[in-house]
Nanobody
Framework: QVQLVESGGGLVKAGGSLRLSCAASGRTFSSYAMGWFRQAPGKEREFVAAISWSGGNTYYGDSVKGRFTISRDNAKNTVYLQMNRLKPDDTAVYYC????????????????????WGQGTQVTVSS
């Protein structure tokens, strides 16, 4: 089992940047594929980015491609989401998620494919 705690959210002006962190407990973090999702008020949860446990494979949602970067540091049990050129439409609660997998190159984009979730961190982008 793994517990996830997000941090780094806040209020930022459009065009600005934020870096979210997701710290994971447990000794087998390197066996988990990780993902970031977001949910705005009144909207469904949306896939943002995913990374394999090897760190060598990443995938992004169309709305953030070219602006956001997902990365991980397995030695620190942490996954990051660097968000640049933020827009008001990026305003949402951001969640990280984990799925244990034996395949180092796999990533997942469906929320139902993940087993563990953090509590979320609010990101607000003002215009």
């Amino acid at each position: 089992q793994v517990q996830l705690v997000e941090s780094g959210g806040g209020l930022v002006k459009a065009g600005g940047s934020l870096r979210l962190s997701c710290a994971a407990s447990g000794r087998t973090f390197s066996s988990y594929a990780m993902g970031w999702f977001r949910q705005a008020p009144g909207k469904e949860r949306e896939f943002v980015a995913a990374i394999s446990w090897s760190g060598g494979n990443t995938y992004y949602g169309d709305s953030v491609k070219g602006r956001f970067t997902i990365s991980r540091d397995n030695a620190k049990n942490t996954v990051y989401l660097q968000m640049n050129r933020l827009k008001p439409d990026d305003t949402a609660v951001y969640y990280c998620a984990a799925r244990r997998t034996p395949i180092g190159s796999s990533w997942y984009i469906g929320s139902s494919e993940y087993d563990y979730w953090g509590q979320g961190t609010q990101v607000t982008v003002s215009s």
